[in-house]
């Protein structure tokens, strides 16, 4: 899990330290772009992983047309070309995701100023169920299609 978060943390390090890359992921597609990992905090972990699942072809070609412009950073793009592509990588993304979004809903419900006690309830209820969900087979099939 650890070279997950890394990989990540490198790709917004390495998109960023470039006006040019962050201008060309940005404008590859809807005007998203990748965004900052915190460690500590599950919806930045959310919001960084939705945006590299959702760019993630923007990203594989913009690390593609660096590696074979032979544009500076070209041993960086390549390393990171080859993970983010994995088989490893893009299943890791899109589990994370999915536990994630749920999560991140509970948790912005559990900070609102008026809590429903009874909706925090059956929020967390569900959120337990979904976990639980995902050690059975069925949730093999959906991440299978998903990835």
């Known amino acids: 899990m650890t070279d997950f978060f890394n990989t990540l943390t490198q790709l917004y390090s390495f998109v960023g330290a470039s ?17 900052k990992l915190c460690p500590t905090r599950c919806s930045s972990r959310f919001s960084s992983i939705r945006a590299v699942k959702d760019k993630q072809g923007a990203i594989n070609r913009l690390l593609t047309k660096i590696v074979l412009m032979r544009q500076e950073g070209r041993d960086v793009a390549e390393g990171l070309l080859k993970r983010i592509r994995s088989f490893e990588f893009t299943a890791t993304l899109v589990v994370w995701e999915n536990i994630l979004n749920k999560v991140d809903k509970v948790s912005n419900m559990l900070q609102t100023k008026d809590l429903d006690l009874a909706a925090v309830t059956t929020s967390l209820k569900s959120l337990v169920d979904h976990l639980t969900l995902l050690e059975s087979d069925e949730s093999f099939d959906y991440y299978d299609e998903d990835c």
Request: glycine share 12%; aromatic share 6%.
């Open 19 to 35: 006006h040019l890359r962050w201008n060309a992921l940005k404008l590859d597609g809807d005007g998203l772009t990748v965004k």
